[in-house]
């Protein structure tokens, strides 16, 4: 077990974001986290990454205690995070961008630098490396979120809907991404709206529904999971197409 | 490289025979010396307002650390003002670890807000001082004791340890922009969530750039102390003392190594001539103008002048709609 959520609560006030959610991460799967807007995938997700502090409930990363922890603190643990609206360094070059990762385990500029090269290639950023960040679009922004996680040597990267806002050819080019990714040995835990890179990526998959999960399995049965259907489309639309299956 | 050192050693080589230059007028000579104290003032103020981001308006504080020390040292004891210096050094650093840990965690305007109020109170508290000279303020020697005094009537002298003090902050400044901190600080000041999330100790780094930059700020108003001999609650700790470093690093460039120093050269000359023509009854002036001054820098030059001339990132290149994609 690589990383492990339990019982984790999440409560603004009197609303539960998160209520009383267990996931279990395995050494180099990947994990869907699915979910209707507002199910509290993020809210999860950041509870993961240490941006939030959860209410009750633990998260434990290789056996240990993880759930005071700071984003920072985490990050040299080795979980890496991207976020749903990129947070890139507006001010900085590409390759500046991916040298703040590559400096979490290469002290000296020269030795992030190299690393940080070594990645913009991997994910497809080689010609980039100079160009400023702000000049990339939001397919390039996203890569180099993926760029600068990458560059800190994570042992687990968690994507925050990495494809959301991408067209269908970019989404293709970023699913050969992260597989990748995936093929040197990280493990990939995804939130994502999008069936089609759920279904082509994820071992497992956990679906959220109103901060509770309702449904967990392989992506081709939780995506014949009644409850799953009926949390996506209302219980109306449900039932009329399993009417219309049957 | 050539392009960037031959334009440096130039400047450097003006920069060290100024004083002969103008080897006719005393006033010029104090002009120079006045600019590079300013510069050392805005170049500390850099790290932390510039590089961080994090915008203190309140480094009069720590400016008032070092002037108060060198002259207090002098007053109390007859040491020679130079003497008091580490102690207004040691005193802002400690100055800053105290009041950075809680207001570092303040983003944005909070943290500037909190700095002016820290600052704001070490004015009323020296002014309350007698010690300290209350609100009359002290002064140094009146006349050098010794050369350790430096107390000099020519400005030469002070132009030429204002250089050496302000060329060993800018190497430091420039060893740290190359380094791990220096990306660090600029990765806070764009996001620090995303900083942090890449294992950026973001609180930490902001506390070491704050103190650094308070006790070089220290520096600067022991040297102030030094050549003027005096110093009172308001060219010690008054809130135009932080406003000055700031504008001059914001005009200039803040975040750019020269940054501060290109505005020192156009606001100091500015402020001596404005000083010069309206007299004593400029002085509710001055706020205006610096008031003005920020509205024009936010709106216009929201990253200094230097900015215009630093192409140091190509220029924005549109990515294809669909960026190479990397089969493995």
């Known amino acids: 077990m690589l990383l492990e959520a339990s019982q984790l609560t999440m409560a603004f006030g009197a609303f539960k974001a998160v209520d009383d959610a267990s996931v279990r991460v395995n050494e180099g799967e990947v994990l869907g986290l699915i979910g209707p807007n507002g199910a509290g995938k993020s809210t999860f997700f950041n509870c993961l990454t240490g941006d939030l502090h959860p209410t009750s409930g633990t998260v434990h990363f290789e056996g240990r205690d993880v759930t005071r922890l700071s984003p920072e603190q985490r990050a040299r643990l080795g979980i890496a995070r991207t976020f749903q609206v990129p947070l890139t360094f507006g001010s900085m070059s590409v390759l500046d961008n991916v040298m703040i990762g590559a400096f979490l385990r290469h002290h000296a500029a020269t030795a992030a630098r190299d690393k940080a090269l070594e990645v913009i290639g991997q994910v497809g950023l080689g010609g980039f490396a100079e160009a400023s960040a702000k000049s990339l679009g939001t397919p390039g922004r996203k890569r180099l979120e993926i760029a600068r996680a990458l560059a800190s040597e994570p042992k687990v990267l968690l994507l925050d809907e990495a494809m959301a806002g991408l067209t269908p050819g970019e989404i293709r080019a970023a699913i050969d991404l992260v597989r990748q990714i995936h093929g040197r040995g990280i493990t990939l835990v995804i939130v994502e709206h999008i069936m089609e890179v759920i279904v082509s990526l994820a071992d497992r998959v956990v679906v959220f529904h109103q901060g509770r999960e309702i449904a967990r399995g392989t992506p081709s049965e939780v995506t014949r999971n009644e409850l799953v259907i009926e949390a996506y489309l209302g219980k109306r639309h449900a039932a009329k197409l399993s009417g219309g299956a049957a | ?328």
């Open chain 2, 1 to 328: 490289m050539m392009r960037r050192t031959l334009p440096l050693l130039l400047s450097g080589a003006l920069a060290l025979l100024y004083p002969l230059l103008v080897s006719g007028s005393a006033v010029y000579q104090r002009l120079g010396a006045l600019v590079l104290l300013s510069a050392i003032g805005a170049s500390a103020w850099n790290l932390i307002g510039g590089y961080a981001g994090q915008v203190s308006v309140g480094h009069a504080v720590f400016f008032g650390a070092g002037a108060y020390a060198a002259l207090a040292g002098y007053a109390q004891f007859a040491l020679p003002p130079i003497a008091g210096a580490p102690i207004g050094v040691a005193v802002a650093i400690l100055i800053a670890a105290l009041i950075g840990v809680p207001t570092l965690r303040l983003s944005g305007h909070y943290f500037s807000m909190a700095t002016i109020a820290v600052a704001e109170l070490a004015r009323v508290l020296v002014t309350n001082w007698e010690w300290l000279g209350g609100a009359q303020g002290i002064s140094g020697p009146a006349v050098a004791r010794t050369v350790l005094d430096l107390s000099f009537t020519s400005a030469v002298p002070y132009y030429y340890i204002f250089l050496a003090v302000l060329a060993a902050i800018l190497f430091i400044t420039w060893r740290i922009e190359k380094s791990r901190m220096g990306f660090y600080l600029r990765a806070i000041k764009d996001s620090e969530r995303a900083a942090r999330s890449l294992g950026v100790a973001a609180g930490r780094y902001k506390l070491y750039a704050y103190m650094l930059s308070a006790g070089l700020t220290a520096v600067a108003g022991a040297l102030y102390a030094i050549m003027f001999g005096f110093v009172d609650p308001e060219s010690g700790c008054g809130i135009l003392i932080s406003v000055k470093m700031l504008i001059m690093a914001a005009l200039g460039g803040a975040g750019l190594l020269f940054g501060p120093l290109v505005g020192a050269l156009i606001l100091v000359p500015l402020e001596e001539i404005s000083n010069s023509l309206l007299g004593g009854k400029g002085a509710g002036l001055t706020f205006v103008v610096y008031g003005a001054m920020i509205v024009v820098i936010a709106r216009f030059l929201p990253s200094g002048l230097l900015a215009l001339f630093t192409g140091r990132m190509r220029p924005a290149r549109k990515p294809s709609q669909t960026e190479p994609s990397h089969a493995a």
